[in-house]
């Protein structure tokens, strides 16, 4: 079965901290797609980054980067020097690309404030 | 449109009563999809569209949730018999298509059943 864990509730940092949010995921399939996706407080879900299965290089986009795991099911997310701005829940998100189905399944979410 | 419009985005009801969810995708997204998405509960899926068709309703919670789109574009989510654990915030999503692998949310409907 499909499953997506942020073990992480909630994390406080003060600005220009370092910080990583964890996401591990459960799947049977070969074939899958891992996102990160950021909901501020204005509510609306940002596409942040996606990943596949056959992948594993790592991802750096300015402050942030990914760490794709295959061996431990681990897909983390980490912010260096964190701003004010990056205050916001943070989903992990899994797809299996079965045939027939194209579902996304998002974790529980993971809340990060950030305290000038 | 610019961007995934939902209306209302707010709506509170009395328990029993039916209520009806819009979602407008972005222009020329072929895939939408609804989530619903409760306090500590992270986004739970309901249903997603492909077109018209419905290929993946396993999230609906039950037989009072039902969805329909038509013409490719405008969804509507109905619950028939609001119960107060529906109270939640529902979401909606479009892709450009099922394997582009990019949501576009929408900013929700709080729904509140008293």
């Known amino acids: 079965a499909q499953k997506v864990t942020q073990a992480q509730t909630e994390i406080s940092v003060v600005e220009k901290e370092d910080v990583t949010l964890d996401c591990v995921y459960e799947t049977r399939d070969t074939t899958y797609y891992l996102f990160w996706y950021k909901q501020p407080p204005s509510g609306e879900l940002v596409f942040l980054i996606r990943r596949n299965s056959f992948d594993e290089q790592n991802e750096i986009s300015g402050r942030y980067s990914w760490n794709f795991q295959k061996s431990t099911s681990s897909f983390n997310f980490t912010i260096t020097a964190s701003q004010v701005v990056d205050s916001a829940v943070y989903f992990c998100a899994l797809s299996e690309a079965r045939r027939g189905t194209y579902k996304y399944i998002f974790g529980t979410g993971t809340r990060l404030k950030v305290l000038a | 449109g610019a961007g995934v419009s939902q209306s209302p985005s707010n709506k509170v009801t009395e328990k029993g009563k039916d209520v009806e969810l819009r979602c407008d995708p972005i222009?020329?997204?072929?895939?939408l999809y609804w989530y619903r998405q409760s306090l500590g509960q992270g986004l739970e899926f309901l249903i997603y569209f492909q077109g018209n068709s419905a290929p993946d309703k396993s999230g609906l919670p039950s037989d009072r949730f039902s969805a329909e789109r038509t013409g490719g574009s405008v969804s509507t989510l109905t619950i028939q018999r609001t119960q107060q654990e529906d109270s939640a915030v529902y979401l909606c999503?479009?892709?450009?298509?099922?394997?582009?692998?990019?949501?576009?949310f929408g900013s929700g409907t709080q729904l509140s059943v008293l």
């Open positions: 999503a479009s892709s450009f298509k099922v394997d582009d692998w990019k949501l576009f």
């Open positions: 222009s020329g997204h072929t895939a």
